[in-house]
Each structure stands twice: as C-alpha cells, then as structure tokens.
C-alpha cells in the first residue's frame, strides 16, 4: 500500500503562481511513476503532469511552458509548481503513483484562479 498526502493548493489570481507537494509512505519502493492529475468540475480527470524515479518529466501541452514537476527522492515528496496560471487550470489536483500494477491517489486539493 502506498498513501499520499497532498498539501499546498488555494487561491491565486490569474497571472499567479502556485505549488502543490505530495508526501508518499508506506510501499515506497514500488513506486516507479508519480504525477499530478486535475478534475474540474463537469469534465474528466486528466493528467497534468508525471516523473519517473530517473526524473524524466512528460506534461500535457496545455500546461508545457508554465508547470513545473519535481521530486525529492530521499523526501519522497512530488511537486508541482504551476505559473502563469490561468482561470481554466481551477480545478482538484491529485496526486498520483504508480506502483507495480496499482494506481494509487491522493485526497486532492483545490486550485482556484479567480480576480
């Protein structure tokens, strides 16, 4: 079992910037991708951005350019750092992992961009 606790999120303007970190324990060592996912309302999870244990990174274009996905391995912790945000990036981020044949997720934490 792996659980992940999210922190970070809140309210930003747009133009704004934002990170969110993802501490992750239990069966760590399975772990082999980690990522961030975002629902908003009315529309499908999707994929913002992942890393794997190598630190190779992938994003959806349409956060290429403004987000940024990291990890610290001896924290096991994942961020991401989100700028230039705009009012379609509102939404519940969650944090993800892979580990093995298993997808494990974080409770979410909302991200709102708004004047």
């Known amino acids: 079992q792996v659980q992940l606790v999210e922190s970070g999120g809140g309210l930003v303007q747009p133009g704004g910037s934002l990170g969110v970190s993802c501490a992750a324990s239990?069966?760590?060592?399975?772990?082999?991708?980690m990522g961030w996912y975002r629902q908003a309302p009315g529309k499908q999870r999707e994929v913002v951005a992942t890393i794997t244990n190598g630190g190779d990174t992938n994003y959806a274009e349409s956060v290429k350019g403004r987000f940024t996905i990291s990890r610290d391995n001896f924290k096991n912790t994942v961020y991401l750092q989100m700028d230039s945000l705009k009012p379609e990036d509102a939404a519940v981020y969650y944090c993800?992992?892979?580990?093995?044949?298993?997808?494990?997720w974080g409770q979410g934490t909302q991200v709102t961009v708004s004047s």
């Open positions: 993800s992992a892979v580990a093995g044949v298993r997808h494990y």
């Open positions: 239990g069966s760590i060592f399975r772990i082999n991708l």
